[in-house]
């Protein structure tokens, strides 16, 4: 059984025509081990991945070699395609926090929602932390969506006010 059902569960959150389609994964509390940890876990799990250093694809490197690169080197990514419609991008800013969008667009219906539950779990049971997704841009808000690690399972966690 799915953690959430879309039409009754997600569809009005997930809906990209809000104007908002870049959601915004943050894992707080992480060090590089659990960088390290997220990287296994692509491997293991044989999601297609892409490494790169600003534009240049490159082998995917041990998450202490991403995460000591001087402060003006070009940004490291990691697009992640848990399915082939859905992509994932991290970006390697610090070791203090996991972050990663994901894109609205690709997370319409059922099996798409699943595939995102899926993926959180996956992430949040590897690093034994919550995967909180917040609107794009608000991190500083409740956020809406997301793996609860206490309750073992991807569930909503934002309700919008009253009228």
Request: charge should be negative; charged fraction near 25%.
């Amino acid at each position: 059984m799915a953690d959430l059902v879309w039409d009754a569960h997600v569809a009005w959150l997930l809906d990209p025509s809000s104007g908002a389609c870049l959601p915004d994964v943050f894992v707080e509390d992480t060090t590089g081990a659990d960088w390290q940890a997220l990287l296994v876990l692509v491997v293991e799990r044989g999601w297609a991945f892409e490494y790169s250093e600003g534009d240049t694809v490159l082998p995917l490197p041990r998450a202490e070699a991403v995460l000591s690169r001087p402060a003006d080197a070009d940004c490291a990514y990691l697009r992640v395609w848990p399915d082939p419609g859905v992509c994932a991008i991290f970006r390697f800013y610090s070791d203090e926090v996991i972050d990663f969008d994901l894109d609205l667009r690709e997370l319409q219906g059922q099996e798409r929602l699943d595939v995102l539950c899926g993926f959180l779990a996956a992430i949040g049971r590897r690093l034994g932390k919550s995967v909180p997704m917040f609107f794009e841009g608000t991190t500083t808000g409740p956020p809406f969506l997301g793996y609860d690690v206490a309750a073992d399972r991807v569930r909503v966690l934002w309700t919008p006010p009253a009228d």
